[in-house]
């Protein structure tokens, strides 16, 4: 299993502050996140089923407002809280392209980022996710094992393909056990058998 990171340029709007659970406003952004069916910088490929089918369970973690993101580059699988930046709140799709809506938290490096957004700072979207690729050709193919973690907000590169990361790192599976409870496992099972049953597999 192979930990990967994509970047995606974040194309964005900002929508209107929206007050969560009666307190301060929190700035509210919408945008692409990630694209299916397209050759990434990374040169891997994410195919439109297997990706649409993680987002399902990854849906999981938006409902329960469990799907938060950093502020830049992570070199682990496991999200650390002390840079979380950002909560996705709303998680869609058109055609071959994944929409997020993120709202910027009040955290320090969610002050950072509002900072950089309010300041029209360009900045980009990177996913991290477990999973496995087989080559086919110059790209590599993401795999059934795919496991979607979080969404980063990172800073644009000003060189073309300093984000690029061609060889992703090898981790233990047994991370999963870290990342994903027994009551997310179960969800990502009974996913699976529906559809099946739905025939959308």
Same mark, same amino acid.
């Given at each position: 299993?192979?930990?990967l990171k994509?970047?995606?340029?974040?194309?964005?709007?900002?929508?209107k502050?929206? #007050?969560v659970n009666?307190?301060?406003? &929190?700035l509210?952004? #919408?945008?692409?996140?990630?694209r $299916?069916?397209?050759? &990434?910088?990374?040169g891997?490929?994410?195919?439109?089923?297997?990706?649409f089918?993680?987002?399902?369970n990854?849906k999981?973690?938006?409902?329960?407002?469990? $799907?938060v993101?950093e502020? @830049?580059?992570a070199d682990d699988p496991?999200?650390n809280?002390?840079?979380? =930046?950002?909560?996705i709140?709303?998680?869609w799709t058109?055609?071959s392209?994944v929409?997020?809506?993120i709202?910027?938290?009040?955290?320090p490096?969610?002050?950072?980022a509002? =900072?950089?957004?309010?300041? &029209?700072v360009?900045?980009?979207?990177?996913s991290?996710?477990?999973?496995?690729?087989?080559?086919?050709?110059d790209? !590599? +193919?993401v795999?059934e @094992?795919?496991h979607?973690i979080?969404? !980063?907000?990172v =800073?644009?590169p000003?060189?073309?393909g $300093?984000?690029?990361?061609r060889? $992703?790192?090898?981790?233990?599976?047994r991370?999963? !056990?870290?990342i994903?409870?027994?009551?997310?496992?179960?969800n990502? +099972?009974?996913n699976?058998?529906l559809?099946? #049953?739905?025939?959308t597999?």
């Open positions: 299993m192979k930990f994509e970047f995606t340029e974040f194309e964005y709007e900002v929508l502050e929206e #007050k009666g307190g301060s406003p &929190n509210v952004v #919408k945008g692409v996140i990630q $299916a069916d397209t050759l &990434n910088q990374n891997r490929i994410y195919p439109k089923d297997i990706l089918k993680e987002l399902e990854y999981k973690f938006v409902s329960e407002r469990r $799907a993101g502020l @830049d580059h496991v999200v809280l002390k840079n979380v =930046s950002h909560l709140t709303d998680i058109d055609g392209v929409y997020g809506k709202e910027i938290l009040p955290t490096m969610g002050n950072i509002r =900072s950089l957004i309010e300041s &029209n360009k900045i980009g979207i990177s991290r996710a477990l999973g496995s690729v087989r080559s086919r050709g790209a !590599d +193919i795999q @094992d795919l979607l979080c969404w !980063d907000l =800073s644009e000003s060189t073309p $300093a984000f690029m990361m060889e $992703a790192k090898e981790v233990d599976p991370i999963l !056990d870290k994903f409870s027994k009551t997310d496992r179960v990502r +099972i009974a699976d058998i559809g099946i #049953k739905k025939g597999l």
